[in-house]
């Protein structure tokens, strides 16, 4: 039971939500060519949504209501209307929003005054408001930039120093050139040998004394 309720609750909600309101054309007077108030002033003070409907009361003696295009709103002309009302009591529903164009079906009668612009609001409500949009953040990279990471400069290669070239008024600081060629040793000289003969000689006779005396 409290299902079926709270079932025929939101169903009358819905219904409330969704129903319009009714707007008489002109209040009192009606679609006439002499209103109390420009059709256009009336319609600038009400607020029209989408569902709501426009009620047309006129004297059947040759008038008519005309749904047309803006052109044909501004010159009166009565040919190929969108939609055309007659019998003295209509009622039109306004299914979308934007601007709606009336006219009378009398040409005369549009050009005095008999002619109508109401204008719909938009829908405004949670699922057609538009969300504020979020801008995703930037993807993550390795480098703080976007510009590729600095190249390490190569190391200073270390060159060859070139010693100095020597003093000009020391020549003796420079050392001579060697060369691969063989240095002869120098001759003995005449008494050297003689003297080393005499020892030798010296020392066979005192060997050959000391045999003898054995």
Request: net charge positive; aromatic share 8%.
């Amino acid at each position: 039971m409290a299902l079926a309720r709270l079932a025929l609750l939101h169903l009358l909600l819905a219904a409330s939500c969704c129903a319009g309101r009714d707007f008489i054309v002109g209040g009192r007077g009606g679609w006439t060519t002499h209103p109390a108030e420009p059709f256009n002033h009336w319609a600038e003070r009400n607020r029209f949504q989408v569902n709501d409907s426009l009620v047309f009361r006129y004297s059947d003696h040759g008038d008519s209501v005309l749904a047309v295009s803006q052109s044909h709103y501004d010159a009166c002309n009565t040919t190929d209307p969108f939609v055309r009302l007659e019998g003295g009591h209509n009622v039109f529903g306004l299914a979308r929003s934007g601007p709606y164009f009336f006219i009378s079906g009398d040409a005369k009668r549009c050009q005095v005054s008999e002619r109508l612009i109401v204008v719909v609001l938009a829908v405004r409500n949670g699922k057609d408001s538009p969300s504020p949009s979020t801008t995703p953040p930037p993807p993550k990279s390795s480098y703080p930039s976007s510009s590729p990471p600095p190249v390490p400069a190569p190391a200073s290669q270390s060159l060859p120093t070139t010693p100095p070239p020597p003093a000009a008024g020391n020549p003796s600081s420079t050392p001579p050139p060697v060369t691969n060629a063989t240095v002869a040793p120098p001759p003995h000289s005449p008494s050297s040998a003689s003297a080393l003969r005499g020892g030798v000689l010296a020392f066979l006779v005192i060997a050959g004394a000391i045999v003898l005396g054995a």
